[in-house]
């Protein structure tokens, strides 16, 4: 197992809600990725944290914010959401420096089923 | 634009049989390649990668994979296969054009394993 946590475990919101996710970074590692995986499909890139300030953002609307903690725990936070917002939610920490060999480590994820 | 590919949805191997689970990829520059397993309801976990050196790259629980730079492929391998490596195996690219760990994924390989 990893050192990455993550909660809730799973979570039921209604469309058009707000949620907020957490995740609990492996210790040492300043740099954290979360990815939203759909059934049947592979992870895909939403955003990235490092040292408290996204540095690389993929095709995600602005709905989709998150923050970095200076404990290097971080939160994703999705405003109105939508059906298709349904998906496992994985957290991944990474130490990213001169030396690193970029090997991220990925959480349990969070369920989140939108109705 | 980084991807990978992962063309099998699903591949079957008797126990104790070799097994590969194929990827190909497309990147800008020398690629930083990664497998995961996925087990039910849990996140990835790393089961190894290639970054430089070696095109043969061993990893966890026995697994290898082949960096071919030609074919452009990094096909992951086992010589003899268990029951318990039945999961969602999952092959990443590393983005190397900006500098921040985001990974490209596939879109996985169920893996099935029967006594």
């Known amino acids: 197992e990893t050192g990455v946590t993550q909660s809730p475990t799973h979570l039921i919101k209604t469309r058009g809600q707000q949620v907020t996710l957490r995740c609990s970074s492996q210790s040492g590692h300043n740099t954290v990725s979360w990815y939203q995986q759909a059934l049947g499909q592979g992870p895909q890139f939403i955003f990235q944290y490092y040292r408290e300030e996204e540095n690389g953002r993929g095709n995600f609307p602005p709905r989709f914010s998150g923050l970095q903690f200076p404990n290097y725990s971080s939160e994703l936070n999705v405003n109105a959401l939508e059906l298709d917002d349904s998906a496992l939610y994985l957290c991944?920490?990474?130490?990213?420096?001169?030396?690193?060999?970029?090997?991220?480590?990925f959480g349990p994820g969070t369920r989140l089923t939108v109705t | 634009a980084q991807s990978v590919a992962q063309p099998e949805d699903q591949v079957n191997v008797a126990e104790g049989n070799p097994l590969t689970v194929k990827c190909t990829y497309s990147v800008s520059g020398n690629p930083y390649l990664f497998w995961y397993v996925q087990y039910p309801n849990r996140g990835l976990q790393f089961l190894l990668k290639y970054i430089t050196g070696d095109n043969l790259v061993k990893g966890s629980y026995g697994f290898e994979a082949e960096f071919n730079k030609s074919q452009t492929s990094f096909h992951l391998k086992k010589p003899s296969a268990l029951v318990s490596d039945s999961a969602l195996y999952f092959c990443?690219?590393?983005?190397?054009?900006?500098?921040?760990?985001?990974?490209?994924f596939g879109s996985g390989t169920k893996l099935n394993v029967k006594p």
């Open positions: 990443a690219v590393r983005d190397m054009v900006n500098n921040f760990n985001k990974f490209y």
């Open positions: 991944a920490s990474s130490l990213v420096d001169a030396s690193s060999s970029y090997e991220q480590y």
